[in-house]
């Protein structure tokens, strides 16, 4: 069974940094693209951020390009996002995604994605 757990979340002013982090387990990690996710109350789940399974590739939206890094770390199962220069806009709870093993190239709609994670509130303050 496939478990994805995130973590870093809280609450930050703006101008400042998180950094999440999303560790899987039962899923053939070096083989699966993963994504970030983001839903803020009222709205629609939002795409965020994507990485190819090897790490080569990376996809941001418009939104959060040039301020959110996207990264993963094959050997220890974990892919992170590095939030910086956070604005109020960007408060929302955001959810690790992972693609079905063999779907190594990045997604950017949910329905790309097999599997899910609870989430983790990010709050950013003005």
């Known amino acids: 069974q496939v478990h994805l757990v995130e973590s870093g979340g809280g609450l930050v002013q703006a101008g400042g940094s998180l950094r999440l982090s999303c560790a899987a387990s039962?899923?053939?990690?070096?083989?699966?693209?993963m994504g970030w996710f983001r839903q803020a109350p009222g709205k629609e789940r939002d795409f965020v951020a994507t990485i190819s399974s090897t790490g080569g590739t990376t996809n941001y939206a418009d939104s959060v390009k040039g301020r959110f890094t996207i990264s993963r770390d094959n050997a220890k199962n974990t892919v992170y996002l590095q939030m910086n220069s956070l604005k109020p806009e960007d408060t929302a709870v955001y959810y690790c995604?992972?693609?079905?093993?063999?779907?190594?190239?990045?997604?950017?709609?949910?329905?790309?994605?097999?599997?899910w994670g609870q989430g983790t509130q990010v709050a950013v303050s003005s």
């Open positions: 995604a992972g693609r079905a093993t063999g779907r190594t190239a990045v997604g950017v709609t949910p329905d790309e994605y097999g599997y």
């Open positions: 039962g899923l053939s990690f070096s083989r699966s693209a």
